[in-house]
């Protein structure tokens, strides 16, 4: 009589699990009627907490010499030298607003006339980062430009590359 369970036992298992294997091999998957919505924009973590360059610093970059560059900054790793082999900029790497950047400054005979900030690894929007750069300068965006401590910053997207210019305000 105990075998007989046994085996009874045994058969309910299998036919079981025979029946779960053959339910789960079916495929009954329904084609979408609809088309899919478009994708909203990915949430980017725009935080300033760990940035290597401050927005508000910028502007206090313009009209420096050089050597006060190399002096907050050290050496750059990239110089820029016009023909004459004269330094015509500097080239640093660092991180604003959370992403990847490289700060790029201009030098009209040895002073700073222009900074530039190029997102070349963001994930952000440039509606994203307008947003972010407008709180930090506690300013409005007027079609990407700003004003702010005698400075006019321009957000611009040229060959898929974000670039912030900063500049003295006329």
């Known amino acids: 009589m105990k075998t007989m369970k046994r085996i009874f036992l045994s058969l309910a298992?299998?036919?079981?699990?025979?029946?779960?294997?053959?339910?789960?091999?079916?495929?009954?998957?329904?084609?979408?009627?609809?088309?899919a919505a478009e994708a909203p924009a990915a949430d980017v973590n725009l935080s300033t907490a760990n940035d290597?360059?401050?927005?508000?610093?910028?502007?206090?970059?313009?009209?420096?010499?050089?050597a006060a560059i190399?002096?907050?900054?050290?050496?750059?790793?990239?110089?820029?030298?016009?023909a004459d082999g004269n330094i015509t900029g500097r080239e640093y790497p660092g991180t604003?607003?959370?992403?990847?950047?490289?700060?790029?400054?201009?030098?009209?005979?040895d002073t700073t006339v222009q900074v530039d900030i190029a997102f070349d690894s963001t994930e952000a929007s440039i509606d994203q980062l307008a947003e972010a750069i407008s709180t930090e300068l506690g300013a409005s965006a007027d079609?990407?430009?700003?004003?702010?401590?005698?400075?006019?910053f321009a957000l611009n997207e040229v060959d898929?590359?974000?670039?912030?210019?900063?500049?003295?305000?006329?």
């Open 96 to 109: 604003l607003f959370g992403q990847e950047i490289r700060l790029v400054t201009t030098y009209d005979a």
């Open 52 to 66: 290597t360059f401050q927005l508000p610093m910028l502007p206090q970059l313009l009209e420096a010499p050089d």
């Open 13 to 35: 298992v299998v036919s079981v699990s025979a029946l779960v294997l053959f339910g789960c091999g079916s495929s009954t998957t329904e084609e979408p009627t609809e088309p």
């Open 160 to 170: 898929g590359t974000l670039t912030l210019t900063v500049t003295l305000a006329e």
């Open 70 to 82: 190399v002096e907050m900054f050290g050496e750059s790793e990239n110089d820029i030298e016009d």
């Open 143 to 152: 079609d990407y430009n700003w004003e702010s401590d005698g400075a006019a």
